[in-house]
């Protein structure tokens, strides 16, 4: 039973075996916690702010996985900030900002965030990144411009940021890796002019596009070795001496369940989940102990894909411009986010995938103007009521089963202790856990570092 009475899911405790590492055995009491903090619906749920707030007990923060192609808002004692991929941990001078191998690295965005970041006065962050990690080209963004543009009205709303095109070029085995920037001349140059030969015939043929230079490409690569050179590290190695020196470790995920590729197959192109976390940072599987999962009070979404408790016109605008933290609009597009009830149908099945040991249960403020608070608690498919998140065929023909919740009609901010919140918020964010049924040990009720409850959260 959690602190609240509330019966602790059996997924989300700990098996009682020791674990493993380098052939020797670890109890519980010696296993040191790495922490995932990832999302369960589609993005914007607050992870970043959830990061920032535990990275002042961490010594290692891991973009594990994405791209440029998302944000995270900050909010601290420096300022407001939108991080796109830098960790959300560079705020603190003890700590190590890692960018893993399993996230597509625009060199050039990177070094221009870190300049903004030192810009507005925070101290230079100590930043790694691994060198295998592979590179986001500039032709990367360009086919992915292209591609949206011969969809039209078919596309899936990319940013444009070559997100798709990077992964394909990855899983194809034609990208390029942080540490062939630093191969012999004439081997790199071979390899550009084999990739470019494909990515040529494209451009002409599907595409009607000019054509990319190879010497061109070599240059940008050389630009690329320059600015990137004093970061480059053997991430994996340096995470595996961390952890047994006992080091404090926090994962960091982009975007959030319901838009990984294999399990909501119409957004993104990285995998989204915690358990993507060792592979995207290097790590054995077993380290991770800990999967803070964030759960948004209602539903916000960007870019193309079924989203049953989605609500328009006036409705929406008005939970649009009165949500986050200065309206639901993207950290790096801008463009206004599709709004929605919470979908407890969506939301269980993302902290299912993600392996939830917490959820953090965020802009539970924002829904205080409401005398009434929608959920969708179910689907209605073909005429049948489904509580279980259905394959994406399906899902497009889901309608809502709303159930609707008193509200509470005022101002949550401020508020530290979980029993000083009004009793018909303590009732949504109780109903919310039950139908979740994984237990909500983090609420935030504001966009400050400060503004969260603690009920029931081991650090």
């Not at 916690?33 to 369960?40: D, L, Q, T």
């Not at 900050?74 to 603190?92: D, E, Q, R």
């Not at 191998?101 to 030192?118: F, M, R, W």
Request: hydrophobic share 35%; with cysteine; aromatic share 10%.
């Amino acid at each position: 039973m959690t602190e609240y009475g509330y019966p602790f899911n059996q997924k989300a405790g700990r098996d009682l075996f020791p674990q493993r590492r380098g052939g020797f055995q670890i109890s519980w009491e010696e296993l040191i916690m790495v922490k995932a903090i990832v999302g369960a619906n589609w993005g914007d749920e607050g992870k970043g702010k959830i990061t920032d707030m535990l990275a002042e007990n961490s010594d290692i923060i891991i973009r594990f996985q994405g791209g440029a192609n998302a944000g995270h808002t900050i909010i601290n004692n420096y300022g407001k900030f939108a991080l796109h991929t830098l960790p959300s941990g560079v705020f603190y001078d003890h700590t190590t900002s890692i960018i893993g191998n399993g996230v597509a690295l625009n060199i050039p965005v990177l070094i221009k965030e870190l300049n903004q970041v030192v810009s507005q006065g925070v101290p230079m962050p100590k930043l790694l990144v691994s060198e295998r990690a592979q590179i986001v080209m500039p032709y990367h963004i360009l086919f992915d411009q292209y591609e949206e543009e011969r969809l039209a009205g078919k596309s899936f709303g990319s940013t444009k940021s070559g997100i798709a095109p990077f992964y394909s070029d990855k899983y194809a085995k034609i990208g390029f890796q942080v540490s062939e920037l630093f191969m012999e001349e004439a081997e790199l140059k071979d390899k550009i002019e084999r990739v470019l030969t494909q990515k040529n015939v494209l451009l002409e043929h599907l595409y009607h596009k000019p054509l990319i230079d190879p010497e061109e490409t070599y240059q940008t690569l050389m630009e690329y070795k320059e600015m990137i050179s004093p970061y480059v590290c053997d991430v994996s190695l340096y995470l595996d001496k961390a952890i047994k020196e006992g080091k404090n470790i926090l994962l960091e995920g982009q975007l959030g369940t319901l838009k990984d590729p294999d399990h909501y197959p119409m957004v993104t192109s990285s995998s989204t989940l915690a358990a993507y976390g060792a592979i995207g940072a290097g790590l054995a599987p077993y380290d991770i102990q800990k999967v803070i999962t964030v759960v948004k009070a209602y539903s916000s979404a960007v870019g193309a894909g079924a989203f049953v408790s989605e609500i328009f016109g006036d409705e929406a605008q008005e939970l649009r411009i009165r949500g986050g933290d200065k309206g639901e609009f993207g950290a790096t597009t801008g463009r206004p986010r599709r709004m929605g009830w919470f979908d407890c149908v969506a939301s269980r099945y993302g902290c299912r995938l993600q392996g939830a040991t917490d959820v953090a249960f965020t802009v539970v403020d924002v829904l205080g103007y409401l005398d009434e608070i929608p959920v969708c608690v179910g689907y209605e498919i073909d005429g049948e009521i489904v509580k279980d998140f259905p394959v994406t065929a399906k899902l497009e023909k889901a309608k809502p089963v709303l159930k609707t919740l008193p509200g509470w009609k005022c101002d949550i901010r401020g508020i530290r202790n979980y029993e000083d919140l009004p009793a018909n918020c303590r009732s949504y964010i109780e109903f919310i856990e039950k139908e979740l049924g994984y237990p909500i040990t983090l609420v935030s009720n504001g966009p400050g570092r400060d503004e969260i409850i603690y009920r029931g959260f081991e650090k």
